[in-house]
């Protein structure tokens, strides 16, 4: 009798997990495939590896961090996707940007890297507010994006200090001083800013502007007169000539500890 009990518990309770299992029925503490934890490698959701990557210099949803705003149109539509991907992967030598793919030594696969640059165009560009809109050239090499046909056939020279001079005193002086060390939005020219920016982070938010701190774009500087992509070339050419390089030397006993650092 006992034994005819224990089997036909056994059988009961076979038959409530089957039927469990059968209704996809949630059992208690089991996760959900939105909880289930996954490797860095598989996730895929744009939201989830802006947050765990960018949104720490960048902001929560691309706005209002300690670095540039990336959900800014203008920005999109400006910068290439190859130039993002770049700088995913890569990182920026000089700046605090570092390497995020797995052949750099970070842990993005080429898929995530991907996946953000899209996600970010996906949720944030705004191609439509910048038809007609001739945009400056992403890069004075020539890179440019493809709203950038018209202006692209019209290769500027090379930006000179001296000519950016002028320029300088033209767009900029009013908000930074006559010699870029003061006025009422502060110093462009100090060494602590401009060592940790490269030539074309200077010329993106030349062009770009900062809409989150107010900084005009390249039509703003001067009402009515946007600036060209000659003066645009000249005055990041005068911001770079500003750039002190200072030659640290390290000490032999803590060079392994800046190893890292790098």
């Known amino acids: 009798m006992i034994a005819r009990l224990h089997i036909g518990l056994a059988a009961s309770v076979g038959l409530a997990i089957t039927m469990l299992t059968g209704c996809s029925a949630r059992l208690p503490g089991r996760p959900n495939e939105a909880e289930r934890w996954r490797a860095p490698a598989e996730i895929t959701d744009f939201n989830q590896l802006y947050t ?15 670095a540039r705003s990336l959900n800014d149109p203008l920005y999109l539509a400006f910068v290439t996707d190859d130039a993002m991907r770049q700088a995913i992967s890569k990182g920026r ?42 945009l400056p050239r ?20 090379a930006g000179d200090a ?28 100090d060494p602590n800013f401009l060592n940790l920016v490269s030539d074309q982070g200077l ?20 009402p009515g007169h946007p600036m060209s992509a000659q003066e645009i070339n000249d005055v990041v050419a005068w911001l770079a000539a500003r750039r002190q390089r200072t030659n640290v030397t390290v000490s032999k006993v803590d060079h392994s500890a800046c190893l890292n650092m790098k």
């Open 52 to 66: 765990q990557n960018c949104a720490g210099c960048h902001g929560v949803g691309g706005r209002l961090g300690a």
């Open 93 to 134: 030598a000089g700046t605090n940007m570092p390497a995020f793919s797995e052949q750099a030594g970070g842990h993005l696969t080429d898929q995530q890297i991907e996946l953000i640059v899209n996600g970010m165009r996906a949720h944030w560009s705004k191609p439509d507010d910048f038809k007609g809109v001739e």
């Open 138 to 157: 992403y890069s004075v090499d020539g890179s440019s994006t493809a709203t950038n046909n018209d202006i692209a056939t019209k290769a500027p020279q």
């Open 162 to 189: 001296s000519r950016g001079t002028a320029t300088y005193k033209t767009y900029c002086s009013s908000c930074h001083g006559s010699n870029g060390d003061g006025g009422s939005e502060g110093s462009i020219v």
């Open 203 to 222: 010329r993106t938010t030349v062009v770009v502007g900062r809409a989150d701190i107010g900084k005009p774009d390249w039509r703003g500087n001067v």
